[in-house]
């Protein structure tokens, strides 16, 4: 290994002036770490994607010296033509907070988190974790990771941790929001592979969208929505009357979760009328007639009763789908988090299937992803599948993976991790005894917050790495590790439609924070220091996000998700982003690299699908009712989603923008349907007090009729939601249903 100069470790802590930690000084040549190359930024402005959400918008950024001053939307990028939506134009400011970590925390014997130096923290970390592993043997330690760090970031803690420290078990927040969309498109399509193209929202002439507020949680999609030049048939389900739903030509105002029947009844009508493709059935697909079959016990009159939906409206939609010549479908987490969100999906897949609207342009069964980097944590992190959509427990794809990355196959799990809950589950059974937690929030996003915060408590140690030190996961945890933020470190997001865009460093990261990658490489030096490395050079020669990239190219060969063809990043400015898969010979054979992919492709444009026989299946599934019926003591069903286009997720970013805190309620708001309130006593902005079996909240209520009788809104934002919502799991896709529970609603004591 090469010594470790000081100007490198200078490089690596990204230190704005100053001598670094004596401590980390004292012996360099123990950690051999190089030095990163630095980005090559242009004098006045740079392109790079945003690190919000997965329309993946592209931001240009403007630079003084090099350092970010100031963003505006990139007009050339083919995601966002100029559009951004206000977290896109506040992603720099929010890194200016004064809750920032800037140097690693540890918990000291008063209870308190303390600065420590990372020579300190490192050796803290290493101590704990390998005693933990050494009395309850390697599967006792467990790490929950993020769909919201680079691609290289994430396939680099998937490789530590599943590789090198030995760990079983490890996923990633992209269980609460895409693992159902993920499930659904492997069993019927063969691989994990959303079709669409961004395009598509402006060429269909109808479009359908389920469970999913375009206009709050995908501003920009929107956009692209009303830019259809083709007068569209715009078709919402959904239980709320949405800001989505005010605009479209169709709201089916369904019964919470109702929508698998609905769906199931649309299939029959359309098959009783003779309105699909048939050439495209039989020659593109496999178990329709088990299908055809099954549909038939979906009467009309008992789809109306069930989903609330008037038997004339049902007719019109199924009318409205034969008629269209390109119709799209679209679904969010409306459909993902529920308890039957897998066959929902599938249900929506088939009627595209059925009617022939897949692989052509303005069409499809698309779900729209949550988080900037979902579908890199998807097909990278190491996590619920081996790197590159490689699985586990296929030999060949072990061997594959080992060769590639020149390690023993002995050191890849042959088994698949535990999902999300069940680390949790783990953890109340002591199995689990120390976890790390990187780049989210669980104390705040799990569902039933407050068994999850007792969870929590039950570890030995808990490591908690991010950009902020007042999340409420960070304020439960024993050692705290500063990252860098978006525009704080190198590397690549991959969005919805697929495409994947750069990520650079344009500004440092304050105080002593580091990039995650960074931190993944202390580790990496401090775990090993003593002993050789499980995997030889690998993590000496994935010195840059950049190295793993290549990496990540050579392991996605012959995959559905080839990615051989993208020669570097540059590459990846040049073409405005770069959609999977791209192979060495893509773009009709034209060389990658002497001619850049086209801007859009779509999947399955010959018919052929991922499975053995090329064929995509029909599957589905009786519906099952609601695990938490409304009752007496509970009347009303909770429904949670986005709030505002301002808000994100556990508001750890957004909250720290005074200009996005003026555009959505500081305070927590529910709401009711005027008639239910004034039979409860309660008036606008009166304080009530929302009861589930597992928690309560206090609440400022909206009066609205969009929401049905004994029915209630709150935004998933607030940190008190969670209280409520009840530890559901969709039996396949392991989501959280966070969606519908069981509630009460009553006057608070509370004064305002």
């Not at 040549?29 to 004098?43: I, T, Y």
Request: charged share 20%.
């Amino acid at each position: 290994m090469k010594d470790l100069s000081f100007s490198t470790l200078q490089e690596l802590l990204h230190a704005k002036s100053g001598p670094l930690t004596r401590e980390l000084l004292r012996t360099p040549s123990e950690f051999g770490l190089g030095q990163l190359p630095s980005s090559q930024l242009p004098d006045a402005t740079t392109n790079m994607v945003c690190g919000y959400c997965s329309t993946g918008c592209g931001l240009k950024i403007h630079l003084k010296d090099g350092d970010a001053i100031n963003l505006s939307p990139s007009g050339e990028y083919p995601v966002n033509r100029g559009m951004a939506c206000p977290k896109g134009w506040e992603a720099l400011t929010v890194l200016d907070a004064p809750d920032r970590a800037t140097t690693p925390l540890l918990r000291g014997s008063n209870g308190k988190l303390q600065p420590v130096d990372w020579h300190r923290a490192m050796e803290e970390f290493v101590t704990r974790m390998k005693s933990v592993q050494s009395q309850h043997g390697p599967e006792s330690a467990a790490f929950i990771s993020t769909g919201q760090m680079a691609t290289e970031e994430m396939a680099y803690l998937g490789a530590l941790t599943k590789f090198e420290m030995g760990m079983l078990h490890g996923d990633g927040n992209t269980r609460q929001c895409m693992a159902t969309a993920v499930v659904a498109y492997k069993q019927a399509f063969g691989f994990d592979a959303p079709p669409y193209t961004y395009a598509d929202f402006e060429e269909s002439d109808v479009l359908v969208f389920i469970g999913s507020n375009l206009c709050l949680a995908h501003p920009i999609l929107w956009e692209r929505v009303m830019r259809n030049p083709h007068d569209p048939e715009i078709i919402v389900i959904d239980p709320r009357q949405t800001e989505t739903a005010m605009n479209a030509t169709q709201h089916l105002q369904v019964a919470p979760k109702s929508d698998l029947s609905l769906l199931y009844g649309i299939a029959k009508i359309l098959i009783d009328n003779d309105w699909i493709d048939h050439e495209y059935i039989d020659e593109h697909t496999s178990d329709f007639e088990s299908f055809k079959d099954f549909v038939q016990q979906f009467e009309i009159d008992h789809v109306a009763a069930e989903t609330g939906i008037a038997v004339e409206q049902i007719h019109r939609f199924a009318k409205t789908i034969h008629s269209g010549k390109r119709v799209s479908f679209w679904w969010t987490m409306g459909v993902n988090q529920s308890h039957q969100g897998v066959r929902t999906a599938q249900a929506i897949i088939n009627l595209a299937l059925m009617t022939g609207n897949i692989g052509k342009p303005g069409t499809g069964a698309n779900s729209i992803t949550g988080q900037c980097n979902a579908m890199g944590s998807r097909l990278f992190s190491n996590t619920t599948g081996l790197l590159g959509g490689h699985d586990f427990t296929n030999p060949e794809d072990r061997t594959k993976v080992a060769d590639i990355l020149k390690i023993n196959e002995s050191n890849i799990p042959n088994e698949n991790s535990w999902a999300y809950h069940e680390i949790m589950e783990g953890i109340l059974k002591g199995k689990i005894k120390a976890l790390w937690i990187a780049c989210t929030n669980t104390a705040h996003s799990w569902i039933n917050q407050n068994q999850a915060r007792d969870i929590l408590s039950r570890l030995d140690f808990l490591v908690v790495q991010d950009i902020y030190h007042s999340t409420e996961t960070a304020q439960l945890a024993d050692l705290v590790l500063p990252a860098a933020g978006w525009a704080e470190k190198e590397g690549t997001f991959i969005n919805s439609e697929r495409r994947i865009g750069r990520v650079k460093k344009v500004r440092h990261a304050p105080g002593q924070a580091l990039s995650d990658f960074n931190i993944f490489r202390l580790i990496t030096k401090y775990w090993t220091k003593d002993k050789t490395s499980n995997c030889g050079d690998l993590f000496d020669r994935w010195a840059s996000p950049e190295e793993v990239f290549h990496s990540l190219k050579e392991i996605s060969r012959g995959t559905p998700c080839d990615i051989t063809g993208i020669d570097n990043y540059e590459m990846l400015d040049e073409a405005g982003g770069i959609q999977w898969p791209c192979s060495e010979q893509c773009d009709d054979d034209n060389t990658a690299g002497k001619q850049l992919p086209a801007t859009e492709r779509r999947l399955f444009t010959d018919g052929n699908y991922y499975h053995a026989d090329q064929r995509a299946k029909f599957i589905f599934e009786a519906p099952r009712p609601l695990s938490e019926p409304t009752s007496d003591s509970y009347p009303f069903t909770l429904l949670t989603g986005r709030g505002s286009a301002s808000q994100w997720h556990t508001q750890t970013r957004t909250s720290k923008s005074a200009v996005l805190r003026k555009l959505y309620p500081n305070d927590p708001f529910v709401e009711i349907s005027p008639t239910d309130a004034r039979r409860l006593g309660i008036q606008e902005n009166d304080l009530v007090e929302v009861v589930s079996q597992r928690g309560s909240m206090t609440a400022m209520a909206f009066l609205t009729h969009s929401v049905s009788l004994q029915q209630v809104f709150i935004p998933m934002h607030y940190e008190e939601t969670n209280k409520l919502t009840d530890s559901v799991f969709d039996p396949y896709s392991k989501q959280p249903a966070y969606k519908a529970c069981a509630v009460s609603v009553r006057p608070s004591q509370r004064t305002s």
